[in-house]
């Protein structure tokens, strides 16, 4: 740390070069990315320090930027993504594309960055599973919702096997179906996985200035994140001790089944973010992925441009983990059962769009919507309403019969769990890339599956949400995840439909049934 006539300044040494930055008292990951532009690094639970999105190596050793005082690595080798030699990038972006193991892009750069510095450390003689135990132990310090994990560990054994790799080529088809499975066009391209897909947050013009919600719902606004923090008081997330509930209760009757379920997260890792110049068409908020439909509003796109057009320059509208926690949509509570006859009551949380989904869907089910103190909810999540009618459904398969589930655009996907394995068929029309549906499938199953067993929010009696950190959420770790298994049904006559959210109500009934019917979800992790 030396100063000069501007104030204090800290020597950094980042990929190999030497850099002198404003000493302000920042973590590693706002200098990263305010001070010497390298967004490889990402914020997705700033400052949390619980989704591994931002993982740098220090000295070779994986460390969470976001919660890492740049004073304290002085002196010391920060290697970031861009900072990756270009062999060994090459490798891990092709292996990720290859096998699915990168959508949007967002967590992926801070995942390779660990799984290198973790192969690194085996033992010359270590074997494939070696290799596997090490990477899911690796991990543990991440979260990602796209991918489903699975395709991660088969990337890392593609890594590993030295095997050459062929990068899918990007045809009509592909763009098409990669379109259809995640709501908007996406790039699935090794320059994606290593965080160069162009999120708004990535991208805003260099003389931007910052702003982010206080604690009233108010714009603070700052030339740095941490200036624009400190003027909103922001407070960081907590996780409660409190249990979660169910706000709904079961109808009473002679039912076969039933189950509950309290409000969920779409738990997108990707904070919403815009920028946008004075004048301008804000960035959308969307960026290398959907959302799982959980972005929908556009209150930061119009933020941003409202307070660029108030301070005549480009401002970069910013939600934090927390912000995303109580202010994005939810999917509504749930409570219903069903008779021997397929008929049934369905119970949800009042929400917009809910009558329809039912009639349409479940016209055999009675409806009721109740009105309850909670965070907003909405039908635009992946399978609301209509995936809990086919959950209900499936109590009515026999035990040794798979599970099949039509969704409401005549996709079908059928599951069973075959020798500890999640085992699903899909048929949603022609199948134009085969690897592209694969990935998203294997997404969506291990989502569904999350959902059944370990998803929850605890929101108290007055509709207060008291987990407002990511880890709070209940992502299914990728220990805890089923071996999965894909296969496509080529259904040329039809056409090309949405096959992954099929695969998410398929696997969330399996989940269900091999938990016995157990009728309050989260139904805890069931043994792989």
Same mark, same amino acid.
């Given at each position: 740390?030396?100063?000069?006539?501007?104030?204090?300044?800290?020597?950094?040494?980042?990929?190999?070069?030497?850099?002198?930055?404003?000493?302000? !008292?920042?973590?590693?990951?706002?200098?990263?990315?305010?001070?010497?532009?390298?967004?490889?690094?990402?914020?997705?639970?700033?400052?949390?320090?619980?989704?591994?999105?931002?993982?740098?190596?220090?000295? =070779?050793?994986?460390?969470?930027?976001?919660?890492?005082?740049?004073?304290?690595?002085?002196?010391?080798?920060?290697?970031?993504? #861009?900072?990756?030699?270009?062999?060994?990038?090459?490798?891990?972006?092709?292996?990720?594309?290859?096998?699915?193991?990168?959508?949007?892009?967002?967590?992926?750069?801070?995942?390779?960055?660990?799984?290198?510095?973790?192969?690194?450390?085996?033992?010359?003689?270590?074997? #494939?599973?070696?290799?596997?135990?090490?990477?899911?132990?690796?991990?543990?310090?991440?979260?990602?919702?796209?991918?489903?994990?699975?395709?991660?560990?088969?990337?890392?054994?593609?890594?590993?096997?030295?095997?050459?790799?062929?990068?899918?080529? #990007?045809?009509?088809?592909? @763009?098409?179906?990669?379109?259809?499975?995640?709501?908007?066009?996406?790039?699935?391209?090794?320059?994606?996985?290593?965080?160069?897909? !162009?999120?708004?947050?990535?991208?805003?013009?260099?003389?931007?200035?910052?702003?982010?919600?206080?604690?009233? =719902?108010?714009?603070?606004?700052?030339?740095?994140?941490?200036?624009?923090?400190?003027?909103?008081?922001?407070?960081?997330?907590?996780?409660?001790?409190?249990?979660?509930?169910?706000?709904?209760?079961?109808?009473? !009757?002679?039912?076969?089944?039933?189950?509950?379920?309290?409000?969920?997260?779409?738990?997108?890792?990707?904070?919403?973010?815009?920028?946008?110049?004075?004048?301008?068409?804000?960035? @959308?908020?969307?960026?290398?992925?959907?959302?799982?439909?959980?972005?929908?509003?556009?209150?930061?796109?119009?933020?941003?441009?409202?307070?660029?057009?108030?301070?005549?320059?480009?401002?970069?509208?910013?939600?934090?983990?927390?912000?995303?926690?109580?202010?994005?949509?939810?999917?509504?509570?749930?409570?219903?059962?069903?008779?021997?006859?397929?008929? !049934?009551?369905?119970?949800?949380?009042?929400?917009?769009?809910?009558?329809?989904?039912?009639?349409?869907? =479940?016209?055999?089910?009675?409806? #009721?919507?109740?009105?309850?103190?909670?965070?907003?909810?909405?039908?635009?999540?992946?399978?609301?309403?209509?995936?809990?009618?086919?959950?209900?459904?499936?109590?009515?398969?026999?035990?040794?019969?798979?599970?099949?589930?039509?969704?409401?655009?005549?996709?079908?996907?059928?599951?069973?769990?075959?020798?500890?394995?999640?085992?699903?068929?899909?048929?949603? =029309?022609?199948?134009?890339?085969?690897?592209?549906?694969?990935?998203?499938?294997?997404?969506?199953?291990?989502?569904?599956?999350?959902?059944?067993?370990?998803?929850?929010?605890?929101?108290?009696?007055?509709?207060?949400?008291?987990?407002?950190?990511?880890?709070?959420?209940?992502?299914?770790?990728?220990?805890?995840?089923?071996?999965?298994?894909?296969?496509?049904?080529?259904?040329?006559?039809?056409?090309?439909?949405?096959?992954?959210?099929?695969?998410?109500?398929?696997?969330?009934?399996?989940?269900?049934?091999?938990?016995?019917?157990?009728?309050?979800?989260?139904?805890?992790?069931?043994?792989?």
């Amino acid at each position: 740390m030396t100063e000069n006539g501007s104030g204090r300044v800290l020597e950094l040494l980042v990929n190999g070069h030497a850099h002198s930055v404003p000493d302000r !008292g920042d973590t590693l990951l706002d200098v990263l990315r305010q001070d010497l532009g390298l967004t490889g690094a990402k914020d997705g639970c700033s400052p949390q320090g619980q989704c591994g999105c931002c993982t740098v190596l220090v000295d =070779g050793q994986p460390r969470v930027a976001c919660v890492t005082p740049a004073r304290r690595v002085r002196g010391r080798a920060i290697t970031t993504i #861009e900072g990756l030699d270009e062999a060994s990038a090459d490798r891990w972006s092709g292996a990720l594309c290859a096998t699915g193991g990168s959508q949007c892009g967002f967590c992926t750069p801070g995942i390779v960055l660990r799984l290198e510095a973790t192969l690194n450390k085996l033992e010359d003689d270590a074997t #494939e599973a070696d290799a596997t135990a090490a990477t899911e132990q690796a991990l543990l310090a991440h979260m990602c919702r796209c991918t489903g994990w699975q395709t991660i560990t088969e990337a890392v054994q593609l890594v590993v096997s030295g095997e050459p790799v062929t990068i899918p080529a #990007e045809t009509a088809g592909r @763009s098409e179906r990669i379109r259809l499975e995640g709501g908007v066009p996406q790039a699935m391209v090794p320059a994606a996985a290593l965080g160069s897909s !162009g999120f708004a947050a990535d991208t805003a013009p260099d003389d931007h200035l910052i702003a982010v919600l206080d604690p009233s =719902g108010e714009w603070a606004v700052g030339d740095t994140l941490a200036e624009a923090r400190l003027a909103a008081g922001k407070v960081q997330g907590r996780r409660t001790t409190m249990e979660h509930h169910h706000p709904i209760a079961m109808p009473d !009757g002679d039912f076969v089944a039933g189950f509950q379920t309290t409000w969920t997260d779409p738990a997108y890792l990707e904070t919403d973010a815009s920028w946008c110049e004075p004048g301008g068409e804000p960035a @959308s908020a969307l960026g290398n992925g959907g959302a799982f439909g959980g972005k929908q509003g556009g209150e930061i796109e119009a933020a941003a441009r409202r307070l660029a057009d108030r301070h005549g320059r480009p401002v970069l509208a910013l939600w934090s983990r927390e912000d995303v926690m109580q202010r994005a949509p939810k999917r509504p509570p749930f409570a219903g059962a069903i008779r021997a006859d397929g008929t !049934g009551v369905v119970r949800f949380a009042a929400t917009e769009g809910i009558e329809a989904i039912v009639q349409s869907y =479940g016209p055999e089910f009675e409806l #009721e919507t109740h009105e309850i103190p909670g965070p907003e909810t909405g039908v635009h999540l992946r399978g609301a309403a209509w995936a809990e009618i086919a959950v209900l459904r499936s109590a009515l398969t026999s035990s040794d019969e798979p599970i099949t589930v039509v969704a409401p655009n005549g996709a079908q996907a059928t599951a069973a769990v075959t020798d500890n394995r999640l085992v699903v068929n899909v048929s949603a =029309g022609p199948i134009l890339d085969a690897g592209a549906l694969r990935s998203y499938c294997i997404g969506a199953a291990h989502m569904g599956w999350s959902w059944a067993t370990s998803e929850a929010m605890t929101v108290d009696g007055e509709g207060q949400i008291h987990d407002l950190t990511v880890r709070s959420l209940g992502i299914l770790r990728a220990m805890d995840t089923p071996a999965i298994e894909i296969r496509i049904d080529d259904d040329a006559n039809g056409p090309a439909v949405n096959g992954s959210d099929a695969v998410f109500a398929a696997a969330a009934a399996v989940a269900w049934r091999a938990s016995s019917h157990r009728q309050q979800w989260p139904l805890g992790v069931l043994p792989r």
